[in-house]
């Protein structure tokens, strides 16, 4: 009975890593283990994603993401300019270190100020528009989210390749963000907070900063990513040992299993076929209602063998963030931290959710008739 009550709490802790084995093994069935194996998992990628990991709970850990919210918010503000802030702090910072670490900083700290202000009504609309932002916002860079760090170096993309593709979808998500956050009262509220954020171990953060900043270097082939592991790897040992023990190990095994899921899926003469059809009618919508179903970096793992049109495909991934909850795994953050909250009205959170969500990916997807 412990066992298997130990089992359904890592299951409902893990999903995506438990879907991801059991695709590795069902598939292991068709195409029997070997070494053969080892050549379907992208070191590189696994390597760049720890390090980035380590370092961005560093920076986490060192309060720069609070700071840097309280000094925006302190004061005498209109409501209208505390929504724009809030909204737009995941949006910026998800570009940096992740949607999913993003979310983790800014919904609590949304629902905190928005209580502390009495703008409770507020919270559901903040919230939905906070998870779209981080999602819109980590895709205008390769290290946002994964699946950006997967396919820059899948198809080995430059900066210029990556950029351009996306900067003008991050610039029209920017001003629809902006817009829809300023729609509302005129009203102004004063901000305090009791214990105001400080920097923890500046010379720490510092280093952090320069890590990362290395780390961003091994994206674009600029520095060997062994280099650079080995680099952040001893730093932390040096620095901040605790720091390793914070890098999302699951996340990192979760790509593992889909790296052979995918590789054993390319020797299958049947789905192989079936795939690449289907990539090749559309990589965009096929990646985009993919990602609603079995969620966006799954979804460039699995398809990113099947297709050379690796625009469409990044834009897919990208774009296909938004609809379901599990289209971004980063959104069920922002209904977790919902849910837990005081008052909290669960269906009503998700039919604005999903409103927000479904209008957004369906105005985005008509844009790629224009960019």
């Known amino acids: 009975m412990t066992s298997t009550h130990s089992l359904w709490q890592f299951l409902r802790r893990e999903p995506v890593l438990s879907i991801a084995f059991v695709c590795a093994v069902i598939s292991a069935f068709f195409v029997p283990p070997s070494a053969a194996y080892l050549d379907y998992i992208d070191l ?24 840097l919210a309280q000094r925006l918010l302190v004061g005498e503000r209109p409501v209208r300019l505390i929504s724009l802030t809030l909204i737009l702090l995941p ?67 430059s900066a210029g390749d990556f950029f351009s593709t996306l ?42 900063a320069a890590l990362f900043a290395l780390c961003l270097l091994a994206v674009f082939h600029v520095v060997h990513y062994a280099v650079v592991t080995a680099v952040v790897v001893t730093a932390l040992l040096v620095l901040a040992p605790a720091l390793l023990k914070k890098v999302d190990y699951s996340l990192l095994l979760t790509f593992v299993f889909f790296f052979i899921f995918a590789g054993n899926i390319g020797q299958i003469p049947a789905l192989r076929q079936l795939l690449a059809g289907w990539m090749d009618r559309s990589a965009l919508l096929t990646s985009a209602l993919a990602s609603q179903v079995i969620s966006n970096v799954p979804a460039s793992l699995l398809l990113a063998g099947f297709t050379e049109d690796w625009r469409g495909l990044l834009l897919g991934v990208d774009l296909g963030g938004l609809g379901t909850p599990i289209a971004s795994l980063a959104s069920l953050i922002s209904l977790k931290f919902y849910i837990r909250s005081p008052g909290a009205r669960p269906g009503r959170f998700l039919l604005w959710f999903s409103a927000v969500n479904f209008g957004g990916l369906a105005v985005l997807l008509l844009l790629t008739r224009v960019f």
């Open 91 to 157: 949006f910026f910072c998800s570009m940096l270190v992740t949607n999913d670490v993003a979310l983790i900083t800014f919904v609590p700290f949304a629902i905190l100020v928005l209580e502390m202000v009495g703008r409770r009504d507020l919270l559901i609309p903040i919230i939905s528009l906070q998870t779209v932002a981080a999602n819109l916002g980590s895709m205008a860079t390769p290290v946002g989210n994964p699946q950006n760090l997967f396919l820059c170096g899948h198809f080995h993309l």
């Open 44 to 67: 590189r990628v696994l390597c760049l994603l720890f390090c980035l990991m380590a370092v961005v709970a560093g920076l986490q850990e060192c309060g720069l993401f609070l700071v």
């Open 167 to 208: 900067l003008p979808y991050t610039a029209v998500s920017l001003l629809a963000l902006s817009a829809g956050a300023l729609v509302g009262s005129r009203q102004s509220v004063c901000v305090r907070f009791p214990q105001p954020a400080a920097i923890r171990r500046p010379g720490l953060l510092a280093v952090l």
